[in-house]
């Protein structure tokens, strides 16, 4: 057990100086690298004289710089925000708006002006040689925010999940225990603003391992993927299902061309029988686990070894075993189905300077906090199964979208009348597309012509994981009795047919 993130990856640096910590694509960094210039950029924050509860926003892509300011934040007792490189300007704006940091590190040029002082990439390398190594005790304590993660949000702004060092410490210490990350060469290939990649991040980093990155021009490009993937040497794999369905496409992703690659870890998004059946038989000695878990309850809350049995036993894969310190109450009053109650010290202590949404989603009883999941399941003895969402929130390729967001900024685009997206699912029920189900102002020209404009003002507005790959036009949408969109109507009328 560590009872320190920090302290535990100093120490690793202090043991093994030379060992890579990271490696993108061949160019590497080393556990001295990654100690001594996040302390030096620990130094560089304290300077500044902020308030002790002001985060420090990171703004980037996947690479050691992120990393190191991310560590530099933390050490210098501010929470960071990791926000990719590819977030839209009105995100990005929303994000500062909500969060107000105190600080905002460009490892990337920030393409919006705002008042928040900022430190350029090259400042930042400055800062690795000019700044002495941060003396002392780190400035963090356990009930203190690590980090916060922004999510889709229903009304089109998202909300900050804060994760304390408390909670991260339970995460790890459950990693490090159940899967062996000692020395091992992990897969990283999440966005850092998707909580995914903390999967790969802290078990790695606190076992002395090596993250091995796979950056997402190299994922957006099947060719590069497949050239790329088997020189990583990998140990244990970290991704979404989608990212394997798309590398079991590839005949050589097999053991002979992956002879190291023993363990797979599955969370995002639901793990389907024929996803397990085929990787198993593709890697029948590998061991391969499905977990789950809210971004508010830190990561990841349950994990299963998905056996011959498990395959044999369960057409729909049940999601895991709670983990220890955790409790999952399912919360019914007919049946043994029901919403997902998630308590611990897992939990996180809410939204960033949102109450109202934190008092809708979280209570505590007798001084451990309570998180409603809004995930729908049930307990087969101690084996959890996930039956669905309660509400229209998704998971699509392993994030978390509220399709109440698309459509708040679908409604905004000035030649859209009413716009709703809705999932299209494959035959395991698992969401494959986003439908965009528009009804415009006006003539746009020919339905290619208007998915083209109505695509163009959402990639200004939201993620592009959030933007419908599909579009269909409609005279009017269809109406419930209370006079609302029927969200549910035109789900089952774009599932019925393409």
Known sequence: MIDNILKQIDQEAQAHPNRIAFDHLGQTNTYQELADWSSRVASAIQRLDLNHDVPIMVYGGQTFDMLVAFLGAVKAGHAYIPVDVHSSEQRLQTIIEAAQPGFIICVEPLPI??????????????????????????????NDNFYIIFTSGTTGKPKGVQISHCNLLSFV???????????????????FSFDLSVMAIY??????GTLKVLPKETTDNFMSLFSVLPKLALDTWIS???????????????????????????????????????????????????????????????????TDDILAKYARLPIGYVKPETTIFVKSHRNKKGELLIAGPNVSKGYLHNQAKTEAAFFDISGVRVYRSGDLGYFEGKLLFYTGRSDFQI????????????????????????????????????????????????????????THRVKQALSKLVMPYMIPQRFKYYQKLPLSA??????KALITAVNAHD
């Not at 078990?203 to 002395?208: A, E, I, K, R």
């Not at 597309?433 to 020919?446: F, P």
């Not at 209370?482 to 969200?487: Q, R, S, Y």
């Open 203 to 208: 078990p790695t980093l606190t076992s002395g």
């Open 240 to 306: 979404t299902p989608s990212l394997i369905d798309i590398c079991l496409m590839d005949q050589n992703f097999n053991p002979q061309n992956y002879p190291q690659l023993a363990t797979f870890l599955f969370c995002g998004e639901e793990l389907t029988h024929a996803t397990a059946s085929k990787l198993k038989q593709r890697f029948p000695a590998a061991h391969i686990y499905n977990t789950y878990g809210p971004t508010e309850t830190t990561v990841a809350v349950t994990s299963v070894e998905i």
């Open 113 to 142: 002006e705002t008042a928040v002082p900022q430190l350029s990439l090259t400042e930042l390398h400055e800062v690795y040689h000019s700044f002495p190594i941060k003396q002392g005790e780190d400035s963090l304590h356990l």
């Open 482 to 487: 209370n006079g609302k969109v029927d969200i």
């Open 395 to 450: 998971k699509l390729n392993g994030y978390r979208i509220e399709l109440e967001e698309i459509n708040h900024y679908l409604s905004e685009i000035p030649f859209v009348k009413q716009g709703v997206a809705v999932p299209k699912y494959d035959q395991q029920g698992k969401v494959k597309q986003l439908i965009g189900t528009v009804v415009l102002k006006q003539s746009a020209g020919d339905e290619l012509t208007a």
């Open 173 to 191: 210490n459950w990693m490090k225990y159940d899967f062996n990350f000692e020395e091992k060469n992990v897969l990283l290939q999440p966005s």
